[in-house]
């Protein structure tokens, strides 16, 4: 039987992220498999509270105000086993004028029959800044359904950027509900980057309110589907408040038999309000992908570094 | 001695034809041009020997190294080592310099792919982490696919256009990969319209119509640019009016 340290060690090594980093006491930490929380570590400023659930976890994050933290948040949610239910309900709460980035690891590398569920409420506090890069580990079959779920509010002048990007294995399903309103001079900065093959499915449904004087938003997805794979990326974007400013985009390259959808939404509530939009969805460029082959790329290779370099654009 | 054959070549697009009945034979580790009007059906010829989609339909016969390549893809032309670099390079968005580049070495280590960056004249330092996307000019991403095509090692490289695009300073750069793939043994293939480009050759074609007209050392071909003087009856159509590559 494996100690929780060893557990946790297993876990963040299939991140390709060094277990030692989760040693240095500047770098704040948690790491849950399944229900179980495996570590936990804070800094000053920073307070993180678990709950065990019967089916998860239950996280409650505060950033006091004006506290900045220097070092990236690690966080690693994930399941060793290869069947079961993972919740996590977070809460987070950002003080004003607080600076935070998260980086968090969704590692199920064995999953056969798993559910993630995310349900998070996240405050931003006027004048903070709070990034969140999520990012997937799951097992080369897929096995998996993931719902992260996100309501986020943004004070005056607050940034949330987040990025939500699949680096292993198959999708499985992931269903991306995030909501976001900002206040004025709020910035909201959502990327989204996953490729799917076999009988994968990405829905994404992202949506924005821009409601403040001056808030500023950028929805950008950026899929692809191979095999019989299918993506339903449905982006909104709202501005009622004067000279807020938004861009959604999405960027769908289709190959094989797979299906892509993307509904971009905008809808502007007042004159000096600016939103647009942008959406092409097609295969992979003919003149791209003969200028790697005539370099003695196959055209599978050569389809996999196009389609690589678009999601990590 | 001929690495490269191309055997009573006819091509056709919509019914009109743009190669006809061509026949060139490429020495092996020289520096070519193939000159012409355009229309001529130069870059067609690139295509079809690099059997790019649309060229792959036609008569006669593409020899490489004493072997037929016509029924090989695009890929399978490549690694025996024919290689092509375009007029007007692709963009790619997202992909490095430095994995652009690596995609087709031999050598894939760091310094090999800086070393060949140098010798187009491309700073690595600045460059090599940017992607090869619309935030470079088109006579940078030019310099890179020639960057790509010096870390290939091919045995013939067909460049088609090598100087559109580039400033006068960075020509010589140019100029200078193509000794280098030269010195490597590489047998150059140089599609143009200007006279400084078939003055690096060492034998040139003049095509017009979809035939050659004329071959011969860079003294005789160079009168085409001088008196403007075609060896046949000029009728040439500009390819692009009928769907296909100019």
Same mark, same amino acid.
């Given at each position: 039987m494996k100690s929780q340290t060893e557990l946790m060690a297993d876990l963040y090594r299939e991140t390709d992220t060094d277990p030692h980093e989760l040693q240095d006491p500047e770098v704040a930490h948690l790491v849950i498999d399944g229900n179980k929380v495996l570590g936990l570590q804070g800094v000053p400023g920073l307070d993180v509270q678990t709950k065990e659930l019967e089916d998860g976890v239950e996280v409650a994050i505060k950033l006091a105000e =004006?506290?900045?933290?220097?070092k990236p948040v690690h966080l690693c949610f994930g399941m060793y086993s290869d069947k079961g239910i993972q919740r996590i309900v977070m809460n987070v709460d950002i003080g004003r004028n607080a600076a935070i980035s998260i980086l968090a690891h969704c590692v199920f590398p064995f999953a056969v029959d798993i559910q993630h569920i995310m349900d998070a409420k996240i405050k931003i506090g006027d004048g903070a800044h709070y990034t969140y890069f999520e990012r997937h580990i799951h097992s080369p079959k897929g096995g998996i359904k993931v719902y992260p779920k996100a309501v986020v509010e943004i004070g005056k002048k607050a940034v949330f950027k987040t990025e939500f990007e699949l680096i292993k294995g198959r999708v499985g399903l992931i269903d991306i509900d995030y909501e976001t309103t900002c206040d004025d001079g709020g910035v909201v900065d959502m990327t989204a980057r996953v490729s799917g093959k076999g009988d994968d499915i990405i829905k994404i449904r992202e949506t924005a309110h821009?409601? =403040?004087?001056n808030s500023r938003g950028l929805l950008n997805s950026k899929i692809a589907v191979r095999d019989k794979a299918r993506a339903e990326i449905y982006n909104k974007m709202t501005a009622t408040g004067a000279y807020a400013r938004g861009h959604v985009d999405c960027k769908e390259i289709v190959q094989d038999e797979g299906v892509a959808m993307a509904v971009p939404i905008v809808e502007v509530h007042h004159p000096k309000a600016h939103i647009t939009h942008e959406a092409a969805i097609g295969s992979v460029d003919s003149r791209q992908l003969e200028t790697l082959m005539s370099r003695g790329l196959s055209e599978d290779s050569a389809v996999e570094l196009i389609i690589n370099g678009m999601l990590s654009e | 001695m001929g690495v490269l054959e191309v055997k009573d070549l006819k091509l056709q697009f919509n019914g009109k034809p743009i190669l006809n009945n061509l026949s060139i034979d490429f020495w092996d580790g020289h520096i070519h041009a193939v000159v012409g009007p355009n229309g001529a059906g130069k870059s067609s010829l690139a295509a079809a020997i690099m059997g790019l989609s649309g060229y792959r339909n036609f008569e006669g016969d593409v020899i490489f190294e004493g072997q037929s390549?016509?029924?090989?893809?695009i890929d399978q032309r490549a690694r025996a080592g024919i290689t092509l670099a375009w007029q007007e390079p692709a963009r790619f968005e997202g992909l490095s310099i430095r994995d652009f580049i690596k995609s087709s070495a031999k050598d894939k280590s760091e310094d090999a792919v800086r070393k060949v960056l140098h010798e187009v004249g491309i700073e690595s330092s600045e460059y090599i982490d940017r992607a090869v996307d619309k935030t470079l000019s088109g006579g940078e991403r030019k310099k890179i696919e020639l960057a790509s095509i010096l870390a290939m090692k091919p045995k013939v490289a067909i460049l088609d256009e090598?100087?559109?695009?580039?400033?006068i300073e960075s020509i010589q750069r140019i100029f200078d990969a193509v000794r280098v793939l030269k010195a490597d043994g590489t047998t150059v293939i140089m599609i143009t319209h200007s006279l400084a480009v078939l003055e690096q050759a060492e034998h040139a074609f003049l095509m017009c119509d979809g035939q050659v007209v004329d071959k011969g050392d860079i003294k005789k071909i160079r009168r085409y640019f001088e008196d403007? !003087?075609?060896? !046949?009856d000029h009728k040439n159509i500009p390819l692009k009016e009928i769907g296909g590559q100019s």
């Amino acid at each position: 039987m494996k100690s929780q340290t060893e557990l946790m060690a297993d876990l963040y090594r299939e991140t390709d992220t060094d277990p030692h980093e989760l040693q240095d006491p500047e770098v704040a930490h948690l790491v849950i498999d399944g229900n179980k929380v495996l570590g936990l570590q804070g800094v000053p400023g920073l307070d993180v509270q678990t709950k065990e659930l019967e089916d998860g976890v239950e996280v409650a994050i505060k950033l006091a105000e =004006g506290t900045k933290v220097r070092k990236p948040v690690h966080l690693c949610f994930g399941m060793y086993s290869d069947k079961g239910i993972q919740r996590i309900v977070m809460n987070v709460d950002i003080g004003r004028n607080a600076a935070i980035s998260i980086l968090a690891h969704c590692v199920f590398p064995f999953a056969v029959d798993i559910q993630h569920i995310m349900d998070a409420k996240i405050k931003i506090g006027d004048g903070a800044h709070y990034t969140y890069f999520e990012r997937h580990i799951h097992s080369p079959k897929g096995g998996i359904k993931v719902y992260p779920k996100a309501v986020v509010e943004i004070g005056k002048k607050a940034v949330f950027k987040t990025e939500f990007e699949l680096i292993k294995g198959r999708v499985g399903l992931i269903d991306i509900d995030y909501e976001t309103t900002c206040d004025d001079g709020g910035v909201v900065d959502m990327t989204a980057r996953v490729s799917g093959k076999g009988d994968d499915i990405i829905k994404i449904r992202e949506t924005a309110h821009l409601k =403040g004087e001056n808030s500023r938003g950028l929805l950008n997805s950026k899929i692809a589907v191979r095999d019989k794979a299918r993506a339903e990326i449905y982006n909104k974007m709202t501005a009622t408040g004067a000279y807020a400013r938004g861009h959604v985009d999405c960027k769908e390259i289709v190959q094989d038999e797979g299906v892509a959808m993307a509904v971009p939404i905008v809808e502007v509530h007042h004159p000096k309000a600016h939103i647009t939009h942008e959406a092409a969805i097609g295969s992979v460029d003919s003149r791209q992908l003969e200028t790697l082959m005539s370099r003695g790329l196959s055209e599978d290779s050569a389809v996999e570094l196009i389609i690589n370099g678009m999601l990590s654009e | 001695m001929g690495v490269l054959e191309v055997k009573d070549l006819k091509l056709q697009f919509n019914g009109k034809p743009i190669l006809n009945n061509l026949s060139i034979d490429f020495w092996d580790g020289h520096i070519h041009a193939v000159v012409g009007p355009n229309g001529a059906g130069k870059s067609s010829l690139a295509a079809a020997i690099m059997g790019l989609s649309g060229y792959r339909n036609f008569e006669g016969d593409v020899i490489f190294e004493g072997q037929s390549i016509r029924e090989m893809t695009i890929d399978q032309r490549a690694r025996a080592g024919i290689t092509l670099a375009w007029q007007e390079p692709a963009r790619f968005e997202g992909l490095s310099i430095r994995d652009f580049i690596k995609s087709s070495a031999k050598d894939k280590s760091e310094d090999a792919v800086r070393k060949v960056l140098h010798e187009v004249g491309i700073e690595s330092s600045e460059y090599i982490d940017r992607a090869v996307d619309k935030t470079l000019s088109g006579g940078e991403r030019k310099k890179i696919e020639l960057a790509s095509i010096l870390a290939m090692k091919p045995k013939v490289a067909i460049l088609d256009e090598p100087d559109s695009g580039i400033d006068i300073e960075s020509i010589q750069r140019i100029f200078d990969a193509v000794r280098v793939l030269k010195a490597d043994g590489t047998t150059v293939i140089m599609i143009t319209h200007s006279l400084a480009v078939l003055e690096q050759a060492e034998h040139a074609f003049l095509m017009c119509d979809g035939q050659v007209v004329d071959k011969g050392d860079i003294k005789k071909i160079r009168r085409y640019f001088e008196d403007k !003087c075609l060896a !046949c009856d000029h009728k040439n159509i500009p390819l692009k009016e009928i769907g296909g590559q100019s």
